[in-house]
């Protein structure tokens, strides 16, 4: 059977150097960056726990990670619960092509409701998910719960007054962050805060929307 290559710096280590805590939409966060397979497995063992104590909805996002001066851009796929954002540089945690085992489980588990993106990249050779069409979008949520048609197609930040939590972002949601050329798998906390605002923007309106049914 084939594995994964072993990371070169212990887990142990690599899950202490990808967390801090930030502030987003008023709320302070605890984040985490994970760069390899054996530390995606490990945070998402942890938002399981948080999800058995509360209701089962996941913020879910995608964004471009985009190198200042050229270079190969890479992806973050951001995953929020309660206050928590797992960030995973997809590119680099694939295992002979496919997505973590833990993750396209997690993504697939029919009692969680994810809320955001609706459709999963596929990076060529890289990672690939057993089901790439997951989550239902923001905006059609607030719209089938509210019984209002007119949100289907609403900005983040109205729904987001809508619904009645804050928001302190744009408008709408962004798709590319730039990052550091020299080492695109470092994110500052800025780079942190400007992957997770988007995803947990849909955490706190899908738990909004869903804990008033």
């Given amino acids: 059977m084939k594995r994964s290559r072993k990371p070169q710096i212990p887990v142990e280590f690599l ?5 801090c805590d930030v502030t987003i939409h008023g709320v302070k966060l605890t984040t985490h960056v994970a760069n390899c397979a054996a530390a995606v497995d490990k945070h998402i063992a942890n938002l399981r726990c948080h ?14 990670l985009k190198p200042a001066t ?4 890479t992806h973050a796929l951001i995953l929020c619960v309660f206050r928590r954002c797992l960030i995973i540089h997809l590119d680099y945690v694939g295992n002979h092509g496919n997505a973590p085992e833990s993750l396209d489980i997690f993504l697939n588990d029919p009692k969680i409701c994810f809320v955001g993106i609706t459709k999963l990249p596929e990076i060529f050779y890289l990672v690939k998910f057993s089901n790439p069409d997951v989550g239902v979008q923001v905006g059609d949520l607030a719209a089938r719960v509210l019984r209002n048609p007119a949100l289907t197609e609403s900005s983040l930040s109205d729904l987001a007054l809508q619904v009645g939590v804050p928001y302190e972002g744009p408008p709408f949601p962004t798709t590319e962050i730039e990052v550091d050329s020299r080492n695109p798998k470092v ?7 400007a992957a997770a605002s988007d995803g947990y923007a849909y955490y706190q309106i899908g738990y909004k929307l869903l804990t008033s049914l």
Avoid at 187 to 193: A, F, K, N, Q, R
């Fill in 15 to 19: 899950l202490q150097m990808g967390t």
């Fill in 51 to 64: 999800l058995e104590c509360t209701t089962k909805v996941v913020g879910l996002d995608v964004k471009k």
């Fill in 70 to 73: 050229g270079g190969y851009t």
């Fill in 187 to 193: 994110l500052t906390d800025e780079h942190v805060m």
